[in-house]
């Protein structure tokens, strides 16, 4: 008789209380690291190249700008490392014992961060640090996404895996929400030059507080019922991603490929929008924050509607429908930027999340139907379309 994975049965694998910490533990890890992560775009955005690129800053203050968009860049050349690694030992070791490596090393970075002298204090060993941090973040990032999401569609019912897909999902805008209303009010309660001086180190530091709270709720979640059922057969590819690679070349092409829309367009909404508003328009800093903190909430709610909706009508349309949205909304998305009115920069963010949260919702649960589960058996690897962990990490 062939086995098939828990994950296929309608009444899910779990209980109502164990798929509720589930939920918790995949959001609450990809919200912390996606927090440090906007944290550190939004301040590249308006502040940290005079802090550790002062003498480029003050002679090209241009290139400046475009070096420091470099170092959010970096840590994107280390997340297939870090996906790699992590999927690797995840297969071996279980999906929760990464998501909480990768949860503390994502952490412990940013808050080095937040103690990071500046170049006026250590020369040009500031930036070298600044770098050798953005890699560890990157590392740690590459581990997070692809844990988290198969850990919530592992866990899921057949008829909820694009709704429980979502929930490491929303942990962006979730993120997003956090770095970007902080940094709002830090900016609307103390001076500009306090901020510049100290206050900016406030947001790095607070990501201690969310690591150990994102450490005791991961920490009280149970092992992936893939996962386990796999230990239980013994059955653990020696190589998955050189079969990967191999046997599923298309499907890795397809799942790069898709992505790429909403990839560009999330990052307009994370970091080039606040430098362009703020730098070539010269609108306000913290009016821009705060434009960007309300539309975050609407990626949250559409997010999770395309997660529901998946389910619904299917993964493809879900997507295509947020892309169709994404795109229509490109040319007068920009004309409304462009008026400086503040109203209308927000209703321009907020109409791109429409788009942004219905592409994005579906992905968790598209991609882990991409892909067979790591198995040792022709009959187990037909029976649960469940993404093994090191092909998920490598996803984007």
């Known amino acids: ?116 002298p500046t170049y006026a204090q250590i020369g040009v060993w500031a930036p070298i640090l600044l770098i050798l941090l953005r890699i560890i973040q990157g590392f740690s990032a590459g581990g997070e996404w692809g844990g988290a999401a198969l850990m919530a569609v592992e866990h899921a019912p057949k008829s909820k895996r694009g709704l429980f897909g979502a929930y490491p999902q929303i942990g962006v ?75 599923h070349k298309k499907a890795v092409l397809y799942s790069t490929m898709i992505f790429i829309g909403n990839n560009a367009a999330g990052y307009l909404l994370i970091a080039f929008f606040i430098s362009y508003a703020t730098k070539s328009l010269k609108m306000p800093v913290a009016q821009i924050l705060l434009a960007t903190t309300l539309a975050s909430f609407g990626w949250l709610i559409f997010t999770l509607v395309g997660g529901w909706l998946s389910d619904k009508i299917g993964r493809v349309k879900t997507f295509l429908l947020g892309y169709g949205i994404v795109f229509a909304w490109m040319i007068p998305m920009f004309a409304l930027i462009d008026t400086k009115n503040i109203l209308l920069y927000g209703v321009a963010l907020f109409v791109l999340t429409i788009g942004l949260g219905l592409s994005y919702g579906p992905m968790s649960a598209m991609y882990a139907e991409m892909f067979p589960r790591t198995c040792a058996t022709p009959a187990s690897r037909s029976a649960t379309p469940s993404v093994p962990s090191s092909a998920a990490r490598l996803l984007p």
């Not at 906007?38 to 308006?46: V, Y």
Request: zero cysteines; proline letters at 5%; charged letters at 15%.
């Open 1 to 116: 008789m062939t086995a098939t994975s828990s994950v296929d049965s309608e009444a899910g694998p779990s209980s109502k209380h164990e798929e509720r910490k589930v939920l918790a533990g995949t959001l609450v890890g990809t919200t912390i690291e996606w927090y440090d992560f906007f944290i550190f775009a939004q301040l590249t955005a308006t502040l940290l190249s005079p802090l550790f690129l002062a003498p480029l800053n003050a002679s090209n203050p241009g290139l400046a700008q475009i070096l420091s968009f470099a170092l959010i860049g970096i840590s994107f050349l280390f997340r297939p490392l870090g996906a790699i690694v992590a999927g690797h030992l995840g297969d071996r070791l279980g999906r929760k014992a990464m998501l909480v490596f990768t949860l503390i090393m994502m952490g412990a970075a940013t808050a080095l961060i937040g103690m990071l």
């Open 173 to 247: 805008p979730v993120g997003m929400i956090l770095a970007t209303g902080l940094l709002y009010f830090l900016n609307t309660s103390m001076s500009k030059e306090d901020f510049a001086s100290w206050g900016w180190r406030v947001p790095f530091l607070l990501s201690i507080v969310l690591i150990v709270v994102g450490y005791l709720i991961r920490r009280a979640v149970a092992e992936s019922p893939v996962f386990k059922e796999m230990q239980e057969r013994k059955e653990q590819s020696k190589a998955p991603l050189g079969e990967l690679i191999r046997k």
